[in-house]
């Protein structure tokens, strides 16, 4: 990882012997890219997206100057139609974002045999703080639900490292 660069998720970190050790990775709502950043040093060629131009700019420059096969653009996925490719990435990675009409978009843009790693709050997380509005947070055993028709592989729900998340690798079958 470039230096200075915050670690990734113990989630997909833990679940690093599932991860394609090539192909083509998303990550939504990457933010200053942590988890693309970390794909790409993995060998993953990652395709990042985010709706602060800010953040993309400051992980596309990171990227570049390390080399890494990161491409990330601005969007804004809560307006209008998500523009994800269907069976495009062989791993899809979202992490502490909630916006539960693009799963369906999700799940289409995994390929066969290919990954979903998702995680992020639950309801509980509203008496920690951030977040507390209930469109940003999982009701109980929800997140399974949000990504039928995926076969669930490993699943958790409760407080990890701090925070109350519901957690998901999912793959869609071949």
Known sequence: MPPGVAPPATWLTQHAHLLPAAGEALD???GRGRHALWLATRGLTVHAIDRSAE???ALDALARQHHLPVRARVSDLETGTPDLPRSAFDLVVVVHYLHRP???ALVAAVRPGGL???ETFTRAQAARGKP???AFLLEP???VDLVAPLD???HRE??????DVASVVARRLA
């Open 158 to 163: 409760g407080t990890f490292d701090g925070r």
């Open 102 to 104: 693009l799963f369906p």
């Open 152 to 154: 669930v592989i490993a």
């Open 132 to 134: 507390t509005n209930p």
């Open 116 to 118: 979903l790693v998702y």
């Open 55 to 57: 953040a993309v700019a």
């Open 141 to 143: 055993g929800e997140l």
């Open 28 to 30: 939504v709502a990457c």
